[in-house]
């Protein structure tokens, strides 16, 4: 198959790989009792040693969020919320584990953690505080010993050099049958041991990161769709599995939207040049898709997938005040950057009077806030307007990294929307 020819290629350019697999479980996959059948099945199959992560089963970190907010706001709707979880983990136990042994060992082991949560919440809700050190820590599984991370404007981020030495030192051997399971999304602070977590959907970095770190031969992303689609099934009810993506496209794709896999995730194999595989658990005989190097061809496809992000917030900068002065984007960026305020688009007048970016609605309020306090000074002298918001946006993009010697994509682009009056 693929994969296995995309191997030999590897290994006859002279590039070794450990001889072993990291698979990474989606929170469908995980989410019942019956798919869990399927994840072992697929596991089994398996000849080579894999490190397999897991995402929390489907759901549970918004209902973790969202029960650690109903008790911080004094609603005792809390104890509900947290009852079904906990039931609902009784219950993959109770139908999943069928050694008695295991069985009791789990669910003291689990108990324990319902517990510990029980009282967290209930902490929460007696005193109406929760600082962002116990917020990680309730959606938390199981520590993290493996994956650090440091603190970077007000984002943990994982230090990729400590993680990789943690990680070939803990999966450095792994005994017979060669599977390890690991959760994924958990980290903790270098500095101060802390529980953390490297972002929602984060997961598939996790798996990254272990691939990386243990060389291995593929990183194999198990979702709840056939692969990586042209846009998102959800949306466009046409759309189609793609065979192949370039490492480029995919993380063009997922930075605008297309979730099947978190975009942080490509970087550390794409450094290894280790190919990522995205399939379905639940038809594990539907092709998938290979992300792997490929350069750009002129005689390949144009344009290989279409992806949107709903929830956009367009702030612009404007003043004549702003024409040829030095040092105007430095402050804007910085500002947004001290303030863990990531930028997905930029544009800038060609008379420099204005700039345009584009954040995530949650965060426009901030980015408001602290470039009005940037920018208060020349506010105040009336050479920079009061910074401009607009709401309800979408943010589209077209990728395939074949179009840019190509002529007329953007004619057509903005003719297909000029024509839908759009
Ligand atoms: P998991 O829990 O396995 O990580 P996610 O829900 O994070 O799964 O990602 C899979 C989902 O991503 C799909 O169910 C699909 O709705 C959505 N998605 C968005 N864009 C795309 C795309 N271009 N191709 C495939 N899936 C997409
Ligand atoms: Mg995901």
Same mark, same amino acid.
């Given at each position: 198959?693929?994969?296995?020819?995309?191997?030999?290629?590897?290994?006859?350019?002279?590039?070794?790989?450990?001889?072993?697999?990291?698979?990474?479980?989606?929170?469908?996959?995980?989410?019942?009792?019956?798919?869990?059948?399927?994840?072992?099945?697929?596991?089994?199959?398996?000849?080579?040693?894999?490190?397999?992560?897991?995402?929390?089963?489907?759901?549970?970190?918004?209902?973790?969020?969202?029960?650690?907010?109903?008790?911080?706001?004094?609603?005792?709707?809390?104890?509900?919320?947290?009852?079904?979880?906990?039931?609902?983990?009784?219950?993959?136990?109770?139908?999943?584990?069928?050694?008695?042994?295991?069985?009791?060992?789990?669910?003291?082991?689990?108990?324990?953690?319902?517990?510990?949560?029980?009282?967290?919440?209930?902490?929460?809700?007696?005193?109406?505080?929760?600082?962002?050190?116990?917020?990680?820590?309730?959606? /938390?599984?199981?520590?993290?010993?493996?994956?650090?991370?440091?603190?970077?404007?007000?984002?943990?981020?994982?230090?990729?050099?400590?993680?990789?030495?943690?990680?070939?030192?803990?999966?450095?051997?792994?005994?017979?049958?060669?599977?390890?399971?690991?959760?994924?999304?958990?980290?903790?602070?270098?500095?101060?041991?802390?529980?953390?977590?490297?972002?929602?959907?984060?997961?598939?970095?996790?798996?990254?990161?272990?691939?990386?770190?243990?060389?291995?031969?593929?990183?194999?992303?198990?979702?709840?769709?056939?692969?990586?689609?042209?846009?998102?099934?959800?949306?466009?009810?046409?759309?189609?599995?793609?065979?192949?993506?370039?490492?480029?496209?995919?993380?063009?794709?997922?930075?605008?939207?297309?979730?099947?896999?978190?975009?942080?995730?490509?970087?550390?194999?794409?450094?290894?040049?280790?190919?990522?595989?995205?399939?379905?658990?639940?038809?594990?005989?539907?092709?998938?898709?290979?992300?792997?190097?490929?350069?750009?061809?002129?005689?390949?496809?144009?344009?290989?997938?279409?992806?949107?992000?709903?929830?956009?917030?367009?702030?612009?900068?404007?003043?004549?005040?702003?024409?040829?002065?030095?040092?105007?984007?430095?402050?804007?960026?910085?500002?947004?950057?001290?303030?863990? /305020?990531?930028?997905?688009?930029?544009?800038?007048?060609?008379?420099?009077?204005?700039?345009?970016?584009?954040?995530?609605?949650?965060?426009?309020?901030?980015?408001?806030?602290?470039?009005?306090?940037?920018?208060?000074?020349?506010?105040?002298?009336?050479?920079?307007?009061?910074?401009?918001?607009?709401?309800?946006?979408?943010?589209?993009?077209?990728?395939?990294?074949?179009?840019?010697?190509?002529?007329?994509?953007?004619?057509?682009?903005?003719?297909?929307?000029?024509?839908?009056?759009?």
């Amino acid at each position: 198959n693929k994969t296995t020819v995309f191997c030999t290629e590897l290994s006859q350019n002279g590039i070794s790989r450990n001889q072993m697999k990291v698979m990474k479980f989606g929170g469908t996959s995980v989410g019942s009792p019956e798919s869990l059948q399927l994840v072992k099945k697929i596991i089994e199959k398996e000849t080579d040693p894999v490190i397999v992560v897991v995402s929390a089963l489907d759901g549970i970190t918004d209902r973790l969020l969202l029960a650690a907010d109903f008790a911080l706001n004094n609603n005792p709707a809390y104890k509900t919320l947290l009852e079904e979880l906990i039931e609902r983990h009784r219950n993959v136990i109770s139908k999943t584990i069928t050694s008695y042994e295991a069985k009791e060992e789990t669910t003291q082991k689990a108990e324990q953690l319902f517990e510990e949560l029980q009282n967290i919440l209930r902490g929460v809700f007696l005193i109406g505080d929760l600082s962002q050190k116990t917020s990680d820590k309730i959606v /938390i599984y199981d520590s993290a010993k493996f994956i650090k991370t440091n603190k970077q404007f007000n984002n943990h981020i994982p230090d990729l050099n400590k993680s990789n030495e943690l990680i070939k030192k803990t999966f450095s051997e792994m005994p017979p049958p060669n599977v390890a399971i690991v959760p994924g999304f958990i980290s903790s602070s270098i500095e101060e041991n802390d529980i953390t977590n490297i972002g929602r959907g984060g997961s598939d970095y996790t798996a990254a990161i272990i691939a990386a770190a243990m060389d291995a031969t593929m990183l194999v992303i198990w979702t709840d769709v056939d692969g990586f689609m042209t846009a998102d099934p959800k949306i466009i009810n046409s759309a189609y599995v793609i065979d192949e993506l370039s490492f480029t496209e995919a993380i063009e794709l997922s930075n605008f939207g297309a979730k099947v896999i978190y975009p942080p995730t490509i970087f550390p194999v794409y450094h290894k040049n280790i190919p990522i595989y995205i399939k379905n658990t639940f038809s594990t005989e539907s092709k998938g898709t290979l992300i792997k190097n490929i350069k750009p061809t002129r005689n390949g496809k144009i344009i290989k997938g279409i992806s949107s992000i709903s929830d956009t917030a367009l702030i612009t900068i404007q003043g004549l005040g702003m024409v040829g002065v030095t040092g105007v984007n430095k402050r804007i960026f910085t500002a947004l950057a001290d303030n863990g /305020i990531s930028v997905f688009i930029v544009s800038q007048a060609s008379s420099e009077n204005s700039t345009s970016i584009g954040v995530r609605t949650q965060d426009a309020k901030l980015a408001q806030k602290v470039l009005n306090k940037e920018f208060a000074h020349e506010i105040g002298m009336g050479s920079i307007n009061e910074v401009l918001v607009e709401y309800d946006l979408a943010t589209i993009a077209i990728v395939g990294q074949n179009m840019s010697h190509v002529p007329g994509i953007a004619g057509k682009f903005f003719g297909a929307l000029g024509r839908n009056g759009i």
